[in-house]
């Protein structure tokens, strides 16, 4: 005869230490999200809410007023993706690689006046920027001027085929910290002996970085890549700050976050849609989604991550 | 930790006095994006209703114009918003009727003030109800540098044929920009620009009409035409137009680096603080010399009641105080630049400001061809107006291809336009 073996004791622990952070994160992140999918499913009419379906999802891609400014708004999008790409990751691996030198002295002080700017609000960004640029008090075309470059100077802000461009670069200039600081930490936590080990094997300088350091900190620039693209197209604050709602010149700098906030708030004598507005929210996040998943199960699942 | 015992004190001034209101007085709260009014409000316009009307205390809670919209809407749904609501014109102050936030206020003493028009942008379409209190208007025209134009030479323009020349004269002159506007923002190139002139052209109220009756259309002449005038402005802006913002334009031209810039009359007061240099205004210029001129005297802000109110008697009260000659001497006043919509007389003090009032007399008035009716639908025809005017004074579009494109997105919604 044998005793059935003891009950396992309930563990409550683990819901109550779970409990203040899930009840938290569904307020204020799950439930608007489902909430939102779900508001795009609806429509106002006549002061009353119904359900129709896919109909906004129709509108948005189907009818030719919605999808050309829809797709305007994501080739924008992509683009100043790309520009964060090109610039900003590269250019925050360079600063870290030139940070963790040993030889380098202040490195705390730039390590702190370049990351700096990432604590500032969007809107002083946006309008130092808009300073900065301006072509009637602006310092831009006095620099210029001085080192004889005066021709080089174009109104940029309100330039159609500078504009999107120029306020990505200045979200890079506001953003470069972050790169650095994460590939910083990567580039610190690699061990003296592997870089000594190859040392001894003639591995310095330049050749280390390329064939020691880059393949240890692959892991940490796949995270920067996908922080970039989920900021990036969720962005909105600076363009709004810079541009207005309208993202001007004619709608050159509109990105999915001003497209979506035009449509859901309305602007000037558009009233805002929030049933609209909530089915560009969606294709926003499916867009996020997809781009997170390929990152997860195309990228991610390669990367090897040594342990020392 | 100097500022902590004010800190408190204002604290404590703030409970005692909504706690003494709470008790005896009809406490009214006027949600507006007018903030810069809040001293005028707070100053002159409230203590002169509080000391005619005792046991009524008024508060002024403005937010910022361009949230207003949203925060008011979203205070309506909440049921937190004030009693006094300042209505925008037409189309967002009649869906706050429609969700049932306003009260219809036609029987309202001294509603009788206000003509038709005054009272067209608070009506529903078949202007059978009105439900705000008209409050305010702003007439468009050109204010200019009367130094510039003295040291220039040049005079004061009645006609397309002279403005032009005057432009002409300022910028081979070459020490002031001819006109302080940017295209960055891109409504001012559609409100003080296509709207500004066009009246002449749309021959006011009776093209307006005409195209919400779908008897014209945006491809027209009439309506093509300013826009053949604007695309003819940019020439005379000044270096990188392009990104110049609104700030930007009027502290150029108060600055006393521009001879002309295209303007609202609510640029009144806060031009007289800033400039140092005598200013005049002339109204837009017609065609040929002797022609009825038109002038664009939009109907800006009204006053209407929250329908959720607790105090809806004083409310009324309060709203039938604004409809009085004598809160309208006051906003005049105090406010140059914001005309009265109501038919009570009103001295002006102002010279700028009395100046474009005084076109009222010479001039047929009309209102913003975009505002009624005709912005209701997608592609919204004022967004579309601004995006077009910026285009044309850039030259990236032809006054023609505009008026297509305009005409095309108001046809795929607009019914009599089809």
């Not at chain 1, 920027?129 to 210029?144: D, E, H, T, V, Y």
């Not at chain 1, 890079?172 to 592997?194: H, K, R, T």
């Not at chain 2, 008897?215 to 990188?240: F, S």
């Amino acid at each position: 005869m044998s005793t059935p073996p003891p009950k396992p004791k309930t563990r409550w622990h683990i819901a109550v230490f779970l409990a203040p952070a899930v009840l938290v994160y569904t307020a204020v992140m799950i439930y608007p999200l489902f909430n939102t999918l779900r508001l795009s499913f609806y429509a106002e009419v006549d002061q009353e809410r119904i359900f129709i379906g896919l109909d906004n999802f129709r509108t948005l891609f189907g009818d030719a007023l919605w999808s050309e400014q829809f797709w305007n708004a994501l080739a924008n999008n992509t683009w100043f993706f790309v520009i964060h790409m090109l610039v900003q990751n590269p250019i925050g691996i360079a600063l870290a690689a030139i940070l963790s030198s040993p030889r380098l002295r202040f490195s705390a002080l730039y390590r702190s006046a370049i990351f700096v700017p990432t604590i500032l609000s969007f809107v002083i960004v946006g309008f130092a920027w808009k300073l900065i640029l301006s072509p009637i008090w602006g310092i831009a075309p006095g620099m210029l001027d001085a080192i004889g470059l005066k021709f080089l100077y174009a109104p940029w802000l309100g330039k159609e085929e500078y504009a999107l461009t120029t306020l990505a670069l200045v979200s890079v200039w506001q953003f470069v910290g972050i790169p650095m600081m994460l590939i910083y930490a990567a580039l610190l936590s690699i061990p003296d002996e592997i870089l000594e080990a190859g040392e001894c094997d003639g591995i310095t300088g330049l050749s280390a970085f390329w064939k020691i350091k880059l393949p240890l900190i692959l892991p940490s620039i796949g995270i920067i890549s996908i922080l970039t693209f989920v900021g990036n197209f969720n962005a909105f604050d600076l363009i709004y700050a810079a541009q207005g709602a309208l993202a001007g010149p004619d709608f050159s700098t509109d990105i999915l976050g001003t497209f979506m906030y035009r449509t859901f708030f309305g602007f000037q004598l558009q009233l805002g849609d929030p049933h609209m507005g909530s089915a560009i929210a969606s294709a926003m996040f499916v867009i996020i989604l997809i781009g997170v998943c390929i990152y997860l199960f195309g990228f991610q699942r390669r990367l090897r991550n040594y342990q020392f | 930790m100097t500022f902590q015992p004010i800190k408190g004190a204002l604290l404590v001034t703030t409970l005692l006095a909504a706690s003494a209101a709470t008790a005896q007085d009809a406490m009214l709260t006027i949600e507006s994006w007018r903030n810069d009014d809040l001293t005028i409000w707070q100053d002159k316009i409230i203590p002169a209703f509080e000391a005619a009307y005792p046991g009524i205390k008024v508060k002024f809670t403005p937010s910022a114009p361009a949230e207003y919209n949203a925060v008011l809407n979203s205070k309506l749904d909440a049921g937190s918003a004030g009693d006094l609501i300042t209505c925008r014109p037409f189309d967002a102050s009649l869906a706050l009727y429609d969700a049932g936030h306003l009260t219809d206020l036609s029987d309202l003493d001294g509603m009788a003030n206000f003509s038709d028009v005054a009272r067209s942008g608070w009506s529903t379409d078949d202007g059978s109800a009105t439900y705000c209190v008209p409050m305010a208007s702003v007439i468009h025209g050109f204010i200019y540098n009367k130094e510039a134009f003295e040291e220039v030479g040049v005079a004061v323009p009645a006609t397309v044929d002279e403005f032009f020349a005057a432009l002409d004269a300022i910028k081979a002159d070459g020490s002031y920009i001819p006109m302080a506007m940017g295209t960055n923002d891109q409504w001012e190139a559609a409100t003080m620009g296509y709207n500004n002139i066009g009246p002449n052209y749309w021959k006011g109220e009776e093209g307006r009409t005409a195209l919400i009756a779908g008897d014209q259309k945006l491809t027209d002449e009439p309506w093509v035409a300013p826009y053949r005038q604007l695309a003819r402005w940019g020439a005379y802006m000044g270096d990188g137009y392009e990104a110049q913002t609104y700030p930007d334009s009027q502290n150029i031209f108060t600055l006393g680096r521009a001879a002309i810039y295209p303007a609202g009359s609510w640029e009144i007061s806060g031009f007289n603080a800033q400039a140092d240099f005598e200013m005049g205004a002339f109204k837009p210029p017609v065609q040929a010399a002797g022609d009825t001129c038109y002038i664009s005297d939009h109907t800006d802000i009204g006053i209407g009641m929250n329908a959720a109110s607790e105090n809806q008697e004083a409310a009324r009260t309060f709203l039938s105080w604004v409809a009085s000659s004598e809160f309208s001497n006051i906003f005049a006043n105090e406010l140059p630049g914001f005309f009265p919509l109501s038919n009570a007389p009103v001295t002006l003090t102002d010279p700028l400001a009395q100046e474009f009032i005084g076109w009222r007399e010479e001039c047929e008035s009309t209102i913003r061809s975009t505002y009624q009716i005709l912005s209701r639908g997608t592609p919204n025809l004022e967004n579309d107006t601004w995006n077009a005017s910026v285009a044309v004074i850039k030259g990236d579009e032809t006054p023609e291809a505009a008026g297509a494109r305009l005409q095309s997105g108001l046809a795929s919604w607009y019914g009599p336009q089809q």
